[in-house]
């Protein structure tokens, strides 16, 4: 039970949620354009002047010609080859990147323990995981389409209305008002017949919400209502810990540069936390908006992410909204904390210098001024593939050298667990 078109007939053909794609041949052809365009005005320029110094001579011009027209051509056929190699190995190397990611992606999500599908915004059902298959018995070969997975596990058409209603409903309520989804309980038929009840949470993994990713807890053993209420909210605690854990180790799956990233930030954002003396909830609400702080990158290309080099001022601007992008992701999920607006703003500065608001000191709360340093300390001490890592030490100096930037609470703390020797990255 998930999708917000109940029912509606949709391809069934699976393929995954992400829609980025390397460039392709046209920006790949580019640089070879331009490379025959400055070789041969150059050639036309300066070797009709070197022809005319040499003679005047018909003939003798007439077969310097067709000398410098053959070494014209053997030399842009030379150049453009090298030029044409050098670009289509570097299309490969991002397909095989971006291939390798949605494997990973794949590999993430079916080890959850958590039961688990998604679908697309045209109500195919992208992908289950084995824990939904040991749960429910359906893989996606079974029930490729919304329609064919509420058939099969609604088959009752007057409770299947009632449920569709429900969802409906819910749907369209928590779109409304920005708030999360309320977890429905239903009665699903399971694929080798038996009905189990379940506990059904779902959440958008785009702004619109028309990719969804949905979670099923079993709640058919409960043994009353007092020990249902306590399991369910245990059940529901695991849930939120591990949609968390998902989000963040999907986030790392496509950029293989910058594994463990959240799970480096977490730590050090709550290392930081506990220094500063800030309350058991406070360094909660840091660790956990610490794992899902980049979860915006999932819309930003895979190729843009893992690009080594110099990267366009376009493509930078993309990078800068994972911050937005990131918000709009969470700002729908019920962590009992403001994480996502901790998210939207881990990228500000105290100077107003940061993005994607440019806020000042009095607008960036405690818990972000706490993420954007352990952000920097942890990403400048690891590998990526634009630079090699540049240790601890540089990055501890970075944060304190740019007080005007950081807060300085937060600077002090850094500096005292680096002092202690606590601070690995």
Not at 135 to 151: M, V
């Amino acid at each position: 039970m998930w999708g917000s078109d109940v029912g509606s007939e949709t391809s069934s053909s699976k393929h995954p949620a992400s829609d980025h794609r390397p460039r392709g041949p046209a920006a790949a052809a580019l640089p070879i354009v331009l490379t025959y365009a400055v070789v041969a005005f150059a050639w036309i320029l300066f070797s009709d002047a070197a022809v005319r110094l040499v003679s005047v001579d018909p003939d003798v011009m007439t077969q310097l010609a067709s000398f410098k027209g053959t070494l014209f051509v053997l030399v842009t056929s030379a150049l453009l080859f090298f030029q044409m190699r050098r670009s289509f190995a570097r299309l490969e190397a991002t397909s095989r990147r971006l291939s390798e990611s949605e494997q990973r992606f794949r590999r993430v999500v079916d080890v959850s323990p958590v039961a688990m599908a998604m679908n697309d915004a045209d109500g195919t059902v992208t992908l289950t995981n084995a824990a939904f298959a040991n749960l429910i018995g359906y893989t996606a070969d079974d029930i490729p389409t919304l329609s064919d997975w509420w058939e099969k596990a609604y088959p009752d058409a007057v409770y299947r209305a009632q449920v569709a209603d429900a969802w409906r409903t819910e749907v369209d309520r928590s779109g409304r008002a920005g708030e999360p989804f309320s977890p429905l309980e239903t009665r699903i038929r399971c694929k080798d017949g038996t009905e189990r009840f379940m506990l059904v949470g779902s959440a958008g993994l785009d702004a619109e919400g028309s990719e969804r990713v949905v979670v099923f807890f079993d709640l058919t053993d409960r043994e009353d209502s007092e020990q249902s209420l306590v399991l369910s909210n245990e059940r529901l605690n695991q849930v939120l810990k591990s949609v968390i854990a998902l989000i963040g180790s999907v986030v790392e799956a496509r950029d293989p540069y910058t594994r463990g990233h959240e799970e480096g930030v977490a730590r050090l954002g709550r290392l930081i936390a506990e220094e500063m003396g800030l309350s058991a909830d406070e360094v909660d609400w840091i660790e956990v908006a610490g794992l899902v702080h980049d979860v915006g990158k999932l819309g930003v290309p895979s190729e843009i992410l893992t690009k080594p080099g110099k990267i366009t001022s376009l493509e930078y601007e993309l990078i800068q909204s994972h911050p937005q992008l990131g918000y709009d992701i969470l700002k729908a999920v019920d962590f009992g904390w403001p994480v996502a607006e901790t998210v939207l703003q881990h990228h500000e500065r105290m100077d107003g210098s940061g993005y994607p608001g440019g806020l000042v000191a009095e607008d960036i709360s405690v818990p972000a001024r706490v993420l954007m340093v352990a952000d920097v300390i942890e990403a400048m001490a690891a590998h990526r593939p634009y630079r090699p890592a540049l240790g601890v030490d540089a990055a501890v100096e970075e944060i304190r050298s740019h007080p005007e930037k950081f807060d300085a609470p937060v600077i002090a703390a850094c500096v005292r667990l680096f002092d202690e020797g606590r601070i690995a990255v």
